[in-house]
């Protein structure tokens, strides 16, 4: 056993931005790891990850200014590093404060939204300003809409936030773009300091990945070597570290998250894993049997199945509260797994771990001490902060700092069917949190039927693949209808479909009239509990994905 090689890093702090997490996801697109971090973190405590070769660091944007007294600062030993650092809107601001430039509020129009730059004749080949605009051209369309200039003029659509702007320079930097009203629209020193106004991030910015690929590679020198097999050859090492001799056991959900969790674990550890699927009666139709089949009989790992179908909802009996309902749950499946842990230990020996396949979005969203420390707790997921304060099993989460998009990339180079790599998420609380109100085996056969009937439809439109998530609410509503000629009075039926990369943000899927009417009317005739459905309209933010 040997350590798994420092792998190259970028480091994102946080100072706030709704975009701080997508810096992080476009940096790995480009297959060069990065973490997101509170903007107080310091030089020391990073270097204390022997695991990290840093190459360089992104400041983020954020909703301070840098002339407030309380505004965020930075670690002055980031900036004595050596290391190149790309500081984006406020972190462009921070970084030009922080080396003696001046910061104030703009005197021309605040920029907000769509934009153009206009990058310097000679800025996209000068070696001190590091060419962070080196090779980028616009399409046609896009010149065409820029009505650029026959002098060749680089002009970039960009998306703007910022009520600030740079009015004096630091000792050494030079400009590097502008803008119509702003005339420091981005910055670059020889010493690798970079600063955009602009947020490259984004999609409004069409050519920002490039733009971040430069940076990573033209003045960073990263190598692109976060990639599938990369990460799968690291994991298994940290696995085996932390794991040793012990044995594993790790909850199988169904979805794709615990499946690659557990396909990792069992490369690395082999059949010191035994698998638990827990029946906890509030899954979807035929849940049981298609891991059973997937797990025990084709990937031919140790599999245990726990019916506890009462013993959950009998604790979930009257529950309304969301947060509540997740908790007991957390609590719950820890329970069960502890009670077989202490059955499989009489037949196999001590058990010491839980394995669990807890995202980064779950993290980011449970926790506040993981990224910026004015970011709030939007809802606790089952595996984070629904877990007890004590547990006598330690936890093993091989996809704890992963995004949705990288597990299946991991779980397609590992050999999970496609059908599971591509499976909708669904959520470890199951469809308590699709039941609005309070849950009993009446309520859960009907959303059961009823979910079944949406994802069968959108299968069957071709579309499942392109959306993020599709599935049916069960509300506490009943409306008055009539079938036939008798009144009825039955349950209202929600149904949710979102686009999204990596689920920190989507968008309501835009499904056609035609496909809304099949299952609209597919759910109100073959559910008879059912007498209208809804469509939900709503992104995320402000809404979440799950109701609940």
């Not at 790309?86 to 939204?113: D, F, P, T």
């Not at 616009?138 to 659509?157: A, I, M």
Request: net charge negative.
């Amino acid at each position: 056993m040997h350590a798994p090689e420092r792998r190259e890093a970028i480091i994102v702090f946080d100072y706030g931005s709704q975009y701080s997490r997508l810096i992080t996801r476009r940096i790995r697109e480009c297959h060069v790891y990065s973490e997101l971090v509170p903007a107080d973190t310091t030089l020391e405590q990073l270097q204390k990850n022997e695991h990290l070769n840093i190459k360089g660091f992104i400041f983020s944007g954020g909703p301070s200014s840098v002339y407030d007294a309380d505004a965020p600062s930075c670690d002055p030993a980031i900036l004595k590093s050596g290391l190149p650092v790309l500081g984006i809107c406020y972190g462009m601001q921070l970084l030009a404060q922080n080396l003696g430039g001046h910061v104030a509020l703009s005197k021309g129009l605040r920029e907000y939204g769509p934009a153009t730059i206009e990058v310097l004749s000679d800025a996209a080949t000068d070696p001190e300003s590091f060419r962070i605009f080196e090779g980028i051209t616009v399409s046609p369309q896009q010149t065409d809409n820029l009505d650029t200039p026959e002098s060749q003029t680089l002009r970039l659509p960009v998306w703007m936030s910022h009520g600030d702007s740079v009015d004096q320079l630091p000792a050494g930097f030079r400009v590097l773009a502008c803008t119509e009203s702003n005339p420091v629209a981005a910055i670059g020193s020889p010493q690798g300091y970079i600063g955009l106004q602009f947020h490259p991030e984004v999609t409004h910015t069409p050519q920002g990945k490039d733009i971040i690929r430069n940076f990573l590679f033209r003045v960073c020198h990263c190598e692109p070597s976060w990639t599938p097999g990369h990460v799968i050859d690291e994991a298994v090492e940290l696995i085996r570290q932390q794991v040793g001799n012990e044995r594993v056991i790790c909850g199988l959900s169904g979805g794709v998250d615990s499946a690659v969790a557990a396909l990792l674990i069992h490369k690395a550890i082999g059949n010191q894993l035994t698998c638990i699927f827990v029946d906890t009666g509030l899954l979807r139709a035929g849940e049981r049997e298609q891991v059973v089949d997937t797990f025990g009989n084709h990937m031919h790992i140790p599999l245990v199945v726990v019916d506890a179908r009462k013993r959950f909802l009998d604790r979930l009996a009257n529950v309304i509260d969301p947060e509540q309902k997740r908790k007991i749950i957390g609590e719950e499946f820890i329970r069960v797994f502890e009670d077989e842990s202490i059955r499989l230990a009489e037949e196999q020996g001590n058990i010491a771990f839980l394995a669990q396949g807890t995202l980064y979005p779950d993290v980011i969203e449970s926790t506040s001490h993981d990224t910026a420390s004015t970011a709030k707790s939007i809802k606790s997921h089952h595996n984070v902060g629904g877990l007890p304060k004590e547990m006598k099993l330690k936890l093993v989460e091989p996809l704890r700092m992963l995004f949705k998009d990288e597990v299946r990339e991991i779980g397609a180079a590992l050999g999970l069917p496609e059908d599971w790599v591509w499976r909708h998420p669904f959520p470890g609380p199951g469809l308590a949190i699709r039941i609005i109100g309070a849950i009993d085996e009446q309520r859960l056969d009907i959303l059961r039927a009823a979910d079944k009937i949406v994802i069968e439809e959108i299968q069957k439109a071709g579309i499942y693949r392109q959306l993020g998530q599709a599935f049916a609410v069960l509300t506490p509503i009943q409306s008055v209808g009539v079938m036939g000629d008798y009144r009825t009075y039955a349950n209202l039926v929600a149904v949710r479909a979102v686009t999204t990369g990596d689920f920190m943000t989507a968008d309501w899927a835009r499904l056609s009239p035609e496909l809304l009417g099949r299952i609209s009317n597919r759910l109100v005739n073959e559910v008879a509990e059912i007498n209208r459905v809804v469509y939900d309209i709503t992104s995320k933010p402000p809404a979440t994905i799950e109701w609940e």
